[in-house]
């Protein structure tokens, strides 16, 4: 996270703070025992496009800005993100080649 150089957020940046804080409170839910990263990433994603659907700075349907993927302009790696190559990594990257 970020915070402003002079310790105050202006409204806009508080807003996007906001969105990104509840994101990350989302995803956190899921983020447990049995969970999956793949759904703890598609709450934070539903979570930034309603954000930025609210803001104006994404227009159109939620359902359909959500199949485009639309808040990746944005929010371009997703929570994390696999390190060096596949043979050093733990686990899959799909389960049951669901995302």
């Keep these: 996270r970020t915070f402003p150089v ?4 202006s ?10 804080l509840n994101a990350q409170l989302a995803a956190f839910e899921e983020i447990k ?28 349907d939620f359902d359909e800005l959500m199949a485009q993927q639309a808040c990746k302009d944005y929010y371009m ?7 060096g190559l596949d043979v050093h990594d733990v686990g899959d990257y799909k389960i049951n080649n669901v995302e």
């Excluded at 002079?6 to 957020?9: K, R, V």
């Excluded at 790696?77 to 390190?83: A, I, S, T």
Aim: glycine share 16%; aromatic share 8%.
């Design 77 to 83: 790696h997703g929570l994390g993100h696999w390190l």
């Design 33 to 60: 025992p049995g969970g999956y990263l793949s759904h703890a990433n598609k709450l934070a994603m539903e979570v930034l496009t309603q954000g930025l659907l609210d803001l104006g700075i994404l227009t159109g």
């Design 6 to 9: 002079n310790g105050q957020f």
């Design 11 to 20: 409204e806009e940046q508080a807003a996007l703070y906001n969105i990104v």
